[in-house]
């Protein structure tokens, strides 16, 4: 029995390989030449014929470098080395070429990417095609002969041609190169497929309004936008399967298609995947449908090819269709099509393909582009996280404090699958750089290549650390590390490095954003021949350019106001000063360090205010008449976790009594209403707020903000905003008229909010004892 295989290409962990079978086997048996007659042997076939031997080197090198037990599941030593086999006579010329683009003159978002960065690499990758094709670069032709390069002996390697390929294929069409790239629409975007996964989505759950209504508005379904509004009208407030529920009560049409459902939902758990796929096919009609649709033989393949889909993902050993909807949206995301071809490509056309699909391929340049592109980790992150061997990572819930946390097994699983992607990504490498038979040229783009570059040389090593590569983000980063160790690579270190010659070694260059415009620029075709426009058209053009928007501070103006910013943001120690979502419902932000760890025993100025502010926020009114009774409220809070135990030793009783045994106290005490951190947001005219310029008519701007007391007293509402503010007799004026404008916008707000007229606005501080009133 021969056991066959090379675990560094086993690529395919979205379709659950497990790499890990066949490196037991690997491991448990002995050399060829130390294995005993009649024992197992492992046999090691290290002799490459494909490719040149530069290009070997550079597989050696890299993976010798960054492939290990400890990241990666293997180690890469002499005895896994690729040798050469072919019997070339050698070239001067550098078989590898690595370019890193330097795009810190574009825009970029957050994780580095923007349309513009992908379109300036395509089109630096299409001016390189074009330079080898013109530079008469010759490949081996049999027998022992040469050939000039073609199109067809091209090939762009993508991770994931998703997005991309569309990009790659303008740029190429830019320079008139012909290009074999994936269809526009892929076999998961065709209407056939996206109808009969929707079904099956809600056959395994159809408590999903977007496959739900997918499915309705198919020609499975039949309904029409107005009896989908029906549905709707049923029950406004529910899902969209609840409310197809109660339509189908008094509508014989909804009371079909769920008899329908219920059927499938019934048979699902007895029948495999393709059992059920195919039983929906012959209850539906669904190929004769799809058949009779423009390109319906297409149509009907595609969905054979789904049904052969099922019926490999159920000869894997797998079954059910939850897995198989899984699998399914594994493939999805990994830009992974099932059953691709590449007979249909034309000859003499660049190919544009995933690093899967070229899987088992060979070209003789490959160019493996976007390899700046961000890892996809978000199997890691998950809601719940399950790993063959660990088990189940779940979060814990506690609901009496508002927060989630991971628990020690969620972090442990975490770990695994993110040590196990990045293996994957680490042989998805191996497999696009073994692909080149003459010529790899690599390419990648950063937003900030010198950031990026400092970051990586302070880590460059041969061989690099697994921790320090357990940060790699991307392809290029895994490849830059060892490389920047290189004498070729000094143009990337900023030093003057030492040039080499020969196949093993790398042609490294750094190239900025406006080289490959200018390239790109002169590339494009000659402009039309200019006509004269007539007079007409000219002014018309004129009037348009010259057009001058007459309320130009109505596009300078914010679309929200709080009314904290009206005090222009004096820095006060409260708490709750605008308007926001609740902090259970926002991103929580970094626990403070531990007090053993800092030192700090007591709370700041600002905590302490915050405390105070806090308590008023939270405690009884009505139970605050005695020291004692206050006292018993910031247990209570202490308790019911509104106050860290910190917080209620700082909130000072004293100044709390103080404010209830006063005049306004007493007032508020025995109001005729009272509201208590009253959160509004209210559409108001800009020009009530920004006097100093015109705006167009019903320009208007959301004011948001929260009212700390506001009681009525004799069918009028009187304002009270507390401030913990270090304030003396002799700033109390000044502090006063800071506040005033938040303190005017809190009582129209108030006013239009309640429709009671506002008698007086107080500030009360605490530092004081005492209210003053805002006129």
């Known amino acids: ?44 076939l290290s002799t490459n014929f494909r490719s040149r031997a530069g290009i070997l080197s550079a597989v050696n090198f890299v993976f010798k470098n960054i492939m290990s037990e400890e990241f990666g599941e293997m180690d890469y030593t002499e005895r896994e080395f690729l040798y050469p086999g072919r019997e070339d006579e050698g070239s001067s010329e550098p078989a590898v070429e690595l370019d890193l683009l330097d795009m ?68 190429l069409a830019d320079r008139q190169i012909p290009v074999a790239a994936p269809d526009g629409e892929g076999f998961f975007e065709t209407q056939e497929i996206a109808v009969m996964l929707s079904l099956l989505e809600i056959i395994d759950n159809p408590v999903q309004d977007v496959p739900l209504l997918a499915v309705l508005r198919s020609p499975v379904g039949g309904f029409t936008p107005d009896e989908l509004a029906r549905v709707r009208l049923a029950d406004k407030s529910a899902d969209i399967y609840t409310a197809l529920r109660k339509a189908a009560e008094s509508d014989a049409k909804c009371r079909a298609f769920l008899d329908m459902l219920s059927a499938f939902r019934e048979a699902a758990p007895d029948m495999t995947s393709d059992g059920l796929i195919w039983h929906v096919y012959n209850k539906t009609g669904i190929l004769g449908v799809m058949g009779a649709l423009s390109g319906g033989e297409a149509r009907r393949e595609n969905l054979m090819k789904l049904l052969d889909l099922a019926a490999r993902y159920e000869q894997s050993g797998y079954k059910g269709l939850f897995g198989f909807l899984t699998f399914v949206r594994k493939l999805i995301e990994n830009g ?45 992150s998950k809601p719940l996280l399950i790993h063959a061997q660990l088990g189940v990572g779940a979060k814990v819930t506690d609901l009496a404090r508002r927060i989630e946390y991971p628990t020690l097994a969620r972090m442990a699983v975490a770990g695994k699958l993110t040590a196990e992607m990045m293996a994957e990504e680490l042989r998805i490498l191996y497999v696009a750089m073994t692909r080149a038979r ?51 690579a000094g143009c990337l270190r900023g030093d003057d490095g030492a040039a080499r010659s020969g196949e093993d070694a790398w042609d490294i260059r750094r190239i900025d954003t406006d080289t490959i ?26 009037r348009r350019l010259g057009y001058l928007y007459p309320y130009p501070a109505s596009a300078s103006i914010p679309s929200k106001l709080t009314a904290t910013e009206l005090k222009g943001r004096y820095s006060d120690f409260e708490a709750a000063e605008e308007a926001e979502a609740p902090a259970y419902a926002k991103k929580q932000p970094p626990a403070a360090r531990p007090g053993f760890i800092t030192m700090r025993t007591a709370l700041t100025p600002a905590e302490r205010g915050t405390a105070l502010h806090l308590a008023m926020q939270y405690i009884d009114y009505g139970k605050c008449g005695s020291p004692d009774g206050i006292q018993a409220e910031l247990r209570r809070l202490r308790e019911k976790n509104f106050l860290s135990a910190q917080q209620a ?45 015109v705006y167009a008519a019903g320009d208007e701007i959301l004011f948001q903000g929260v009212v700390d007391c506001c009681f009525v007293e004799s069918g009028a509402l009187h304002i ?29 707000a108030m006013e239009r909010i309640l429709g009671l007229p506002v008698e007086s606005r107080l500030l009360y501080f605490f530092t004081l004892g005492k209210a003053c009133e805002v006129p």
């Not at 790499?19 to 048996?29: A, E, G, Q, V």
């Not at 957050?110 to 330079?131: C, H, M, Q």
């Not at 995933?354 to 060979?362: A, F, Q, R, V, Y």
Request: glycine letters at 6%.
């Open 336 to 380: 992974v099509e099932p059953g691709e071809k590449n007979e249909g490509m034309p000859g003499d056309a660049v190919k544009i393909m995933s690093i899967h699909k070229s899987k088992g391929l060979e070209f003789p340049v490959v160019i493996l582009a976007d390899t700046a592109k961000r890892f996809n980790n978000r199997d890691a």
């Open 720 to 748: 009270v905003d507390f401030k913990s503010d270090v304030v003396t007799e002799e700033t109390l004026g000044d502090k006063t008229r800071l506040y005033a404008p938040q303190l005017s916008a809190y009582g129209r």
């Open 649 to 693: 030793d700082a909130a000072e009783p004293g100044k709390i009594g103080a404010f209830f045994a006063s005049p306004l106290g007493q007032r508020v005490l025995r109001a005729e209403k009272l509201y208590r951190e009253f959160k509004f947001s209210l559409l108001v005219p800009a020009s009530d707020y920004y006097h100093d310029a």
């Open 517 to 542: 415009r200018g390239a790109s620029r002169q590339a494009k075709q000659p402009e039309p021949a200019r006509v004269k426009a007539s007079p007409e058209a000219v002014e018309e053009v004129r």
């Open 104 to 171: 810190s003159m574009l825009e970029t978002e957050e994780d580095g990417e923007s349309p513009e960065k992908a379109e300036t690499e395509a089109a630096f990758v299409a001016g390189r095609i074009e330079e080898l094709i013109r530079s008469g670069v010759t490949v081996p032709d049999s027998p022992g002969g040469t050939r000039p390069l073609y199109y067809g002996d091209i090939a762009i390697l993508l991770r994931s041609v998703k997005d991309k390929a569309a990009i790659y294929t303008r740029a």
């Open 438 to 488: 003459e010529k790899l040229i690599i390419v990648a783009s950063f937003a900030d290549a010198g950031r990026e570059l400092l970051k990586l040389s302070k880590d460059a090593a041969a061989p690099v650390p697994p921790q320090v590569l357990e940060n790699v983000n991307c392809l290029a980063g895994l490849i830059l590390l060892p490389v920047l160790t290189r004498p070729e």
């Open 1 to 44: 029995i021969f056991m066959v295989g090379d675990v560094k290409q086993s690529i395919y962990r979205f379709r659950l390989a497990d790499p890990s079978i066949f490196l037991s086997k690997y491991k448990s048996y002995r050399d060829e030449q130390e294995a005993e007659n009649g024992e197992g042997r492992r046999i090691l």
